[in-house]
C-alpha cells in the first residue's frame, strides 16, 4: 500500500510539473496588448515628416518663422530648396491619407469577430467627405496595419496604405499606393523611435515602378543631445547625389553639404541663425 501511495505521488508531481513548463510555454509576448484592449496607433511623426524649418514659398523667397528670406542666402536657402521638392510632391499625392491618418485619433476602435480592431469613420478634403477603416491586426509579435477610404460616387475601399509595426511602436513602415486609379506603390516609408530619449529618424522611398527616380530618398533624423540636433539626407539616384542637411531646432543654425551643387568633396556650407552665409567652424 505504502508503494502505491508513493508512486501516485510522484506521478502527481512529474504532472504538476509538466503542467507549469506547459503553461509557461504558451505565455504571450508581455508587450502584447491585453486581451480585449486596442493597441496604439503609431504616432503622427512616424508618417508624417516634419518640414516645418524649412517652409518655401512660390515667389523665389523662403518663408521661415513669418519671415521671408531672399535665396541669396544661398546656403540656407539650397537647404530649402531641396526638401521644397520633397514636400510639394508628397503634398500633392499624400493630402488624402495623411489626413485619414491623422483623424485617426480621434476615434475609438470597434473589435472585430476574428479579433482585429477597426477604427472607422469620416472626414473631408477639399470640401468632399470620406470614409476611412483602419484596421489593426496582431500576428507574430507585429501589428500589421491597413487602411482603406472610399469617397462616395467615387471609389469605395481603396487600399491606400499598410504597415507593419512591433508591439510597442518604436520601429515599423508604411507602404502607400498612388491613388484609386492608379493602384500602382507609390512610397515607402521606414521609422524609429526611441521614446526614451526622443531620438527618431523617418525615411520616405520612392517605389513607383520602372520611375527614373525608384529609391531615390529623403530621411530625417532627430539626435537630441546634438548641437545640430536635426538632420536630412535627400538622395537622387538620377544625379547619383547624397545632400545632406544639419541644423539646429532651437537656434536655426545648420550647415548643408551637396558635393554636385558646390562643385567640391562633400564639404559643409553653413549659415548662422540668421540664415546668412558664414565659414564653417
Same mark, same amino acid.
Given at each position: 500500500?505504502?508503494?502505491?501511495?508513493?508512486?501516485?505521488?510522484?506521478?502527481?508531481?512529474?504532472?504538476?510539473?509538466?503542467?507549469?513548463?506547459?503553461?509557461?510555454?504558451?505565455?504571450?509576448? @508581455?508587450?502584447?496588448?491585453? #486581451?480585449?484592449?486596442?493597441?496604439?496607433? @503609431?504616432?503622427?511623426?512616424?508618417?508624417?515628416?516634419?518640414?516645418?524649418?524649412?517652409?518655401?514659398?512660390?515667389? !523665389?523667397?523662403?518663408?521661415?518663422?513669418?519671415?521671408?528670406?531672399?535665396?541669396?542666402?544661398?546656403?540656407?536657402?539650397?537647404?530649402?530648396?531641396?526638401?521644397?521638392?520633397?514636400?510639394?510632391? =508628397?503634398?500633392?499625392?499624400?493630402?488624402?491619407?495623411?489626413?485619414?491618418?491623422?483623424?485617426?485619433?480621434?476615434?475609438?476602435?470597434?473589435?472585430?469577430?476574428?479579433?482585429?480592431?477597426?477604427?472607422?469613420?469620416?472626414? $473631408?478634403?477639399?470640401?468632399?467627405?470620406?470614409?476611412? *477603416?483602419?484596421?489593426?491586426?496582431?500576428?507574430?509579435?507585429?501589428?500589421?496595419? *491597413?487602411?482603406?477610404? &472610399?469617397?462616395?460616387?467615387?471609389?469605395?475601399?481603396? #487600399?491606400?496604405? $499598410?504597415?507593419?509595426?512591433? =508591439?510597442?511602436?518604436? #520601429?515599423? $513602415?508604411?507602404?502607400?499606393?498612388?491613388? @484609386?486609379?492608379?493602384?500602382?506603390?507609390?512610397?515607402?516609408?521606414?521609422?524609429?523611435?526611441?521614446?526614451?530619449?526622443?531620438?527618431?529618424?523617418?525615411?520616405?522611398?520612392?517605389?513607383?515602378?520602372?520611375?527614373?527616380?525608384? !529609391?531615390?530618398?529623403?530621411?530625417?533624423?532627430?539626435?537630441?543631445? &546634438?548641437?545640430?540636433?536635426?538632420?536630412?539626407?535627400?538622395?537622387?539616384?538620377?544625379?547619383?547625389?547624397? $545632400?545632406?542637411?544639419?541644423? &539646429?531646432?532651437?537656434?536655426? #543654425? !545648420?550647415?548643408?553639404?551637396?558635393?554636385?551643387?558646390?562643385?567640391?568633396? !562633400?564639404?559643409?556650407?553653413?549659415?548662422?541663425?540668421?540664415?546668412?552665409?558664414?565659414?564653417?567652424?
Amino acid at each position: 500500500m505504502h508503494k502505491y501511495i508513493t508512486n501516485f505521488r510522484v506521478w502527481g508531481m512529474i504532472l504538476v510539473f509538466l503542467l507549469f513548463i506547459f503553461s509557461a510555454c504558451e505565455k504571450t509576448d @508581455p508587450t502584447a496588448p491585453e #486581451e480585449g484592449t486596442p493597441p496604439d496607433i @503609431p504616432p503622427a511623426s512616424t508618417f508624417q515628416m516634419d518640414f516645418s524649418d524649412f517652409q518655401t514659398q512660390g515667389t !523665389g523667397k523662403i518663408k521661415h518663422d513669418g519671415q521671408e528670406i531672399l535665396l541669396s542666402k544661398q546656403n540656407w536657402g539650397w537647404a530649402a530648396a531641396n526638401v521644397f521638392v520633397w514636400n510639394v510632391i =508628397l503634398t500633392i499625392n499624400l493630402i488624402v491619407p495623411v489626413a485619414a491618418f491623422l483623424e485617426s485619433f480621434n476615434h475609438e476602435p470597434v473589435q472585430q469577430a476574428d479579433g482585429s480592431w477597426l477604427w472607422m469613420y469620416n472626414f $473631408t478634403v477639399a470640401g468632399f467627405q470620406h470614409t476611412a *477603416k483602419l484596421t489593426a491586426t496582431t500576428e507574430d509579435g507585429f501589428i500589421n496595419w *491597413k487602411m482603406q477610404i &472610399s469617397k462616395q460616387n467615387n471609389f469605395t475601399d481603396f #487600399e491606400w496604405f $499598410t504597415g507593419r509595426s512591433n =508591439l510597442v511602436a518604436t #520601429e515599423g $513602415t508604411w507602404t502607400l499606393n498612388a491613388k @484609386p486609379n492608379d493602384p500602382t506603390p507609390l512610397l515607402g516609408i521606414l521609422w524609429h523611435r526611441n521614446p526614451l530619449d526622443g531620438s527618431s529618424d523617418i525615411r520616405y522611398t520612392n517605389i513607383i515602378p520602372n520611375n527614373d527616380e525608384n !529609391g531615390a530618398f529623403i530621411q530625417m533624423a532627430i539626435v537630441p543631445d &546634438s548641437a545640430l540636433d536635426a538632420s536630412y539626407q535627400i538622395y537622387s539616384v538620377v544625379k547619383n547625389n547624397m $545632400t545632406d542637411i544639419e541644423w &539646429s531646432r532651437t537656434t536655426k #543654425e !545648420g550647415r548643408i553639404s551637396d558635393s554636385l551643387h558646390f562643385v567640391d568633396n !562633400g564639404q559643409w556650407h553653413c549659415w548662422n541663425n540668421l540664415y546668412d552665409d558664414i565659414e564653417c567652424q
